[in-house]
């Protein structure tokens, strides 16, 4: 509501009478909204936002346009997202890593909780330990320890590279397991993907999307998975938690965020239009085949499930040996 006071501090100010209001009274989007995606076009993070700004577009009558910020493992585009106006016109499309991880790991010039408004978390995807079947008989995470165990710490795992999600996340499983494997890191999961199924190494926790396309050849086996439940596109393969290793979850997701001190209504409307967007059947059957599970939770969800990954890749940061502190 426009207040006599505000009205006459925008007339002596010589702004506009629409100055004053409240970003929701003024209708807001009245302009195209932006939204930055800290990965080059392509990849799950880049097509999320593709296909939640087209949903928004919709939605909200008025253009969502994405742009790619690459570079700086992701912190280009996180940084010039928080330092963006705090008008709801700049928003960032961020994945786990660059909230949770390299901030552990490096100095960034963000905070990647104070400098940010949490809107609503998008989608996430859970990992799966898989086996490459010309290497290894194991079928089940029971198998896989005692394939380690056998080896006494030569065994190798492959991973996206050192303090990747997937590097991590085996990090924490050898970790409960009481295990040591030899790291054979890799520029990305694609070649590690690659040299599973060729057989040039025997393990490796990849991103659901990696092993989609070949789940069900018999080229891989698919051990666990580190969601809390099982995957809607692998029903058959147990979680990690369920197969000896309770309370174990570790998912990768990619969620909206604002520039701290975005208006709450601008927030609140954003969260309302993303849980409604998630339910078009051709953005839902295009999360499927990308092996991603659609949330469009609260931003109050957001925070708390932010603040719980903070603390967890912390952790594994430093069994990993990788903590700037």
Known sequence: MLTRRRFTAAVLAGLPVSAALPARAQGWPLKPVRILVPFAAGGNTDSIARLTARQLSELFKEQFIVENRPGANGALAASAAA???????????????????????????????NDFAPVSNVGYNPFVLAASAKLVQAKTLGEFVAYAKAAKDSMPYGSGGIGSLSHLTMMLLLNRAGLTMTHVPYQGGAPAVTDLLAGHIPFYFANL???????????????AISSAARA????????????????????????????????????????????????????LSAFETFGITPLGDRPDQFRETIAADIKLWAEAVKLAGLSAT
Not at 93 to 104: K, S, T
Not at 212 to 223: D, E, I, K, V
Not at 237 to 266: D, M, Q
Request: no cysteine; hydrophobic share 45%; net charge negative.
């Open 83 to 113: 330092r963006s106006p705090k008008d709801g016109y700049t928003l960032f499309m961020a994945a786990l890593p660059q909230i949770a991880i390299f901030p552990a790991m490096t100095k960034v010039n963000y905070d990647p909780v």
């Open 209 to 223: 999307s990696e092993v989609m396309p070949h789940a069900g050849t018999g080229s891989l086996r698919l051990l």
């Open 232 to 283: 809607p596109q692998l029903p058959d393969v147990p979680t990690v938690a369920e197969s000896g290793f309770p309370g174990f979850k570790t998912l990768t997701w990619n969620g909206l965020l604002a520039p701290a001190g975005t208006p709450g209504e601008i927030i609140d409307s954003l969260a309302a239009k993303v849980a409604l967007a998630l339910k078009a059947p051709e953005l």
